[in-house]
């Protein structure tokens, strides 16, 4: 079975520009989690869905930020604008009635 | 709220030999999940093993075994037969049984391996 894909799996972007990171979760899986990831800050949860439905976006960290699952195969998550302390590398995540999590590649993205 | 503590930033083995990573939570709930995840320089989280709580018996998936000791709260990852593959990142996590959703991760340790 195909894992959690992710795209793209890097973006260079200059400030102000609008990113949109997309990610497909594994087949059957009810739950997708957005992470951050950085050195400063290590992972830190951005906001999650059950069943395509946000359940806690309290990690987003500002109106910049938002995220949409249209349907159980994807998600995006959007930066607009986008600022250089926003470059992280961002992972999406999902697993089954909430237990382990599966993780794709990640995004790795730098705002100029 | 539930913090996740690993105290060793790096870590190095030799080729074969055996390695002990440290994990240590707090927490005040009695039923809940611990996890090691490794990640390598693909940078793909992958997850390594799975402990519940609820079990005495210390999980273990071929060379990778836990050390759960429920009451001090400490959950350390022992890597046997080290192989240079097992170079990575390891982050240890919690996640409540009560909230499926809350998934704390510590700050993680890098792992070298030396041939």
């Known amino acids: 079975d195909a894992g959690v894909i992710q795209s793209p799996r890097h973006e260079v972007t200059e400030m102000g520009q609008e990113v949109t990171l997309r990610c497909k979760p594994i087949?059957?899986?009810?739950?997708l989690f957005w992470y951050r990831q950085t050195m400063m800050r290590g992972l830190e949860l951005l906001i999650y869905?059950?069943?395509?439905?946000?359940?806690?976006d309290s990690g987003m960290p500002e109106d910049r930020f938002s995220a949409k699952m249209p349907n159980a195969s994807f998600s995006t998550l959007k930066i607009q604008p986008s600022e250089p302390r926003d470059s992280a590398v961002y992972f999406c995540?999902?697993?089954?009635?909430?237990?382990?999590?599966?993780f794709g590649e990640g995004s790795r993205l730098t705002v100029l | 709220a539930q913090t996740v503590t690993q105290s060793q930033p790096e870590m190095s083995v030799q080729e074969a030999e055996t390695v002990t990573l440290s994990c240590t939570y707090d927490?005040?709930?009695?039923?809940?999940?611990l996890f090691w995840y490794k990640q390598p320089p693909s940078r793909q989280m992958i997850l390594v093993i799975r402990?519940?709580?609820?079990?005495?018996q210390n999980a273990t998936e071929n060379r990778f075994s836990v050390n759960f000791q429920k009451a001090a709260k400490s959950f350390s990852l022992k890597i046997s037969d080290s192989q240079l593959g097992d170079a990575a990142m390891y982050f240890c996590?919690?996640?409540?049984?009560?909230?499926?959703?809350?998934?704390?991760f510590g700050a993680g340790t890098r792992l070298t391996v030396k041939p």
């Open positions: 927490t005040s709930e009695s039923d809940y999940y």
């Open positions: 996590a919690y996640r409540s049984a009560y909230n499926n959703n809350d998934m704390r």
């Open positions: 402990q519940e709580a609820y079990k005495q």
């Open positions: 087949s059957g899986h009810d739950y």
């Open positions: 869905f059950n069943n395509n439905v946000p359940i806690d």
């Open positions: 995540a999902s697993s089954y009635r909430g237990m382990e999590l599966f």
